[in-house]
C-alpha cells in the first residue's frame, strides 16, 4: 500500500525526518539510518550499498505526503462511522 512506501524500513513506523537512500531510493527515518550507520555498517541496510550519512537526501515532502495520508485514514475512518449509523 501507500502507507508502506512511506514506512521507515528499519524501525516500520511512520517516516520522521525522512531521508533517502541514493543507491536503492528507500526512505528511512534519520535517526534511524543515523544509528545503523554509526553502531552498525557504513553501508544501506536495504540494498547494502557503501553508505556516509552526507551521501543521504534530505526528503522534507515525505513529511507533508504522510501528514496527507494521515488526513486521508481519518475521513475514511470517520465516513464509515457515519455510513454504519445510516
Known amino acids: 500500500s501507500i502507507a508502506e512506501v512511506f514506512r521507515c524500513f528499519i524501525c516500520m513506523e511512520k517516516l520522521r525526518d525522512a ?12 535517526s534511524c539510518i543515523r ?18 550519512l552526507r551521501e543521504l537526501v534530505n526528503c522534507r515532502w515525505a513529511e507533508e505526503v504522510t501528514q496527507q495520508l494521515d488526513t486521508l485514514q481519518l475521513c ?4 464509515h462511522e457515519e455510513n454504519e449509523k445510516d
Open 35 to 52: 544509528r545503523w550507520l554509526t553502531e552498525q555498517r557504513a553501508q544501506c541496510p536495504h540494498c547494502r550499498a557503501p553508505l556516509q
Open 76 to 79: 475514511s475512518l470517520t465516513k
Open 19 to 30: 531521508r533517502l537512500c541514493p543507491h536503492c531510493s528507500k526512505l528511512c527515518c534519520f
